[in-house]
Protein backbone atom coordinates (compact mmCIF):
# COMPACT_ATOMS: atom_id res chain seq x y z
CA UNK A 1 0.00 0.00 0.00
CA UNK A 2 3.04 2.16 0.79
CA UNK A 3 4.30 1.96 -2.47
CA UNK A 4 0.54 2.83 -4.41
CA UNK A 5 0.79 6.03 -2.41
CA UNK A 6 4.09 7.23 -3.34
CA UNK A 7 3.54 6.03 -7.01
CA UNK A 8 0.16 8.21 -7.13
CA UNK A 9 2.13 11.03 -4.85
CA UNK A 10 4.47 11.17 -7.95
CA UNK A 11 2.36 10.97 -10.52
CA UNK A 12 0.07 13.85 -8.78
CA UNK A 13 3.49 15.52 -8.65
CA UNK A 14 4.29 15.88 -12.01
CA UNK A 15 0.64 16.64 -13.20
CA UNK A 16 0.84 19.34 -11.46
CA UNK A 17 4.22 20.55 -13.04
CA UNK A 18 4.18 23.51 -15.37
CA UNK A 19 4.66 22.13 -18.77
CA UNK A 20 7.54 24.29 -20.84
CA UNK A 21 6.42 26.28 -23.03
CA UNK A 22 5.51 25.91 -26.49
CA UNK A 23 7.52 27.71 -29.28
CA UNK A 24 5.46 30.53 -30.77
CA UNK A 25 3.40 29.25 -34.21
CA UNK A 26 5.19 30.62 -36.93
CA UNK A 27 8.09 30.38 -35.18
CA UNK A 28 10.56 31.87 -32.99
CA UNK A 29 10.16 35.71 -31.56
CA UNK A 30 12.52 38.37 -32.60
CA UNK A 31 13.03 41.63 -33.14
CA UNK A 32 14.61 43.59 -36.36
CA UNK A 33 17.48 45.68 -36.41
CA UNK A 34 17.18 49.61 -35.49
CA UNK A 35 17.58 51.74 -38.05
CA UNK A 36 15.75 53.23 -40.74
CA UNK A 37 13.66 50.92 -43.48
CA UNK A 38 13.49 52.97 -46.77
CA UNK A 39 10.69 51.29 -48.81
CA UNK A 40 9.93 51.24 -52.71
CA UNK A 41 8.80 49.54 -55.97
CA UNK A 42 10.30 47.93 -59.04
CA UNK A 43 11.18 50.07 -61.47
CA UNK A 44 11.30 49.54 -65.22
CA UNK A 45 14.09 49.36 -67.81
CA UNK A 46 13.28 53.04 -68.97
CA UNK A 47 14.05 54.66 -65.32
CA UNK A 48 15.40 53.91 -62.18
CA UNK A 49 15.70 50.25 -61.11
CA UNK A 50 13.53 51.49 -57.84
CA UNK A 51 11.05 53.46 -57.54
CA UNK A 52 11.20 55.35 -53.83
CA UNK A 53 7.70 55.01 -51.75
CA UNK A 54 8.68 57.63 -48.75
CA UNK A 55 5.45 57.31 -47.05
CA UNK A 56 5.91 53.69 -46.60
CA UNK A 57 9.20 54.40 -44.67
CA UNK A 58 9.57 53.43 -40.79
CA UNK A 59 12.29 53.34 -38.56
CA UNK A 60 12.57 50.60 -35.84
CA UNK A 61 13.36 52.62 -32.99
CA UNK A 62 12.89 50.02 -30.06
CA UNK A 63 13.09 45.89 -29.48
CA UNK A 64 9.44 45.78 -30.91
CA UNK A 65 8.54 49.47 -31.89
CA UNK A 66 8.63 51.55 -35.10
CA UNK A 67 7.85 55.25 -35.89
CA UNK A 68 6.89 56.85 -39.51
CA UNK A 69 5.85 60.18 -40.58
CA UNK A 70 2.39 59.66 -39.26
CA UNK A 71 2.78 57.93 -35.31
CA UNK A 72 4.46 55.28 -33.86
CA UNK A 73 3.42 51.30 -33.44
CA UNK A 74 4.61 48.22 -32.44
CA UNK A 75 5.10 45.25 -34.54
CA UNK A 76 5.46 41.33 -33.66
CA UNK A 77 8.41 38.89 -35.18
CA UNK A 78 7.97 35.50 -35.77
CA UNK A 79 10.39 33.62 -37.65
CA UNK A 80 10.64 35.33 -41.02
CA UNK A 81 7.55 37.47 -40.63
CA UNK A 82 6.68 40.76 -39.15
CA UNK A 83 2.99 41.61 -38.27
CA UNK A 84 2.00 45.45 -37.93
CA UNK A 85 0.20 45.01 -34.74
CA UNK A 86 -0.41 49.14 -33.95
CA UNK A 87 -0.46 52.18 -35.30
CA UNK A 88 -0.26 53.83 -38.91
CA UNK A 89 1.18 50.60 -39.88
CA UNK A 90 -0.97 48.22 -38.05
CA UNK A 91 -1.95 45.28 -40.71
CA UNK A 92 1.10 45.01 -42.89
CA UNK A 93 2.78 41.70 -42.70
CA UNK A 94 6.21 41.47 -43.96
CA UNK A 95 8.59 38.45 -44.81
CA UNK A 96 12.16 39.01 -44.07
CA UNK A 97 14.83 38.43 -46.05
CA UNK A 98 18.16 38.15 -45.11
CA UNK A 99 17.68 40.72 -41.80
CA UNK A 100 17.66 43.57 -44.19
CA UNK A 101 15.62 43.13 -46.33
CA UNK A 102 11.44 42.86 -45.58
CA UNK A 103 8.94 42.03 -48.48
CA UNK A 104 5.21 43.19 -48.08
CA UNK A 105 3.00 40.48 -48.32
CA UNK A 106 -0.02 40.64 -50.02
CA UNK A 107 -3.60 39.43 -48.15
CA UNK A 108 -2.90 35.91 -50.03
CA UNK A 109 0.46 35.49 -47.73
CA UNK A 110 2.33 35.92 -51.00
CA UNK A 111 4.80 38.75 -51.66
CA UNK A 112 3.62 42.27 -52.99
CA UNK A 113 6.05 44.45 -54.76
CA UNK A 114 6.74 47.15 -52.13
CA UNK A 115 10.11 46.11 -50.16
CA UNK A 116 11.53 47.85 -47.24
CA UNK A 117 15.26 47.76 -47.12
CA UNK A 118 17.25 48.94 -43.36
CA UNK A 119 19.92 51.52 -44.52
CA UNK A 120 23.25 52.26 -43.48
CA UNK A 121 22.69 55.01 -41.04
CA UNK A 122 22.14 53.97 -37.19
CA UNK A 123 18.97 55.16 -35.59
CA UNK A 124 20.74 57.86 -33.01
CA UNK A 125 21.61 59.74 -36.69
CA UNK A 126 18.52 58.86 -38.11
CA UNK A 127 16.96 62.56 -37.73
CA UNK A 128 20.06 64.16 -39.36
CA UNK A 129 19.97 62.60 -42.20
CA UNK A 130 16.06 61.05 -42.84
CA UNK A 131 13.66 63.13 -40.35
CA UNK A 132 10.36 61.60 -39.85
CA UNK A 133 8.22 63.68 -38.10
CA UNK A 134 6.72 62.78 -34.43
CA UNK A 135 3.01 63.31 -34.13
CA UNK A 136 2.94 63.40 -30.04
Known sequence: MKH???????????????????A??????????????????????LGPAIRHVPEADFAVIAASSYRADDGRGSY?????????????????????????????LEANGGDGTLSC???PTPVSGLEAICPIKDTE
Request: hydrophobic share 40%; proline share 8%.
Open 4 to 22: LWIALSLSAASLAAPLPAA
Open 24 to 45: APGGELGTLPLGRYTCGLPGDA
Open 76 to 104: LRTGDRVVMTSGPRQGQRFRVDSGRLLHR
Open 117 to 119: GLG
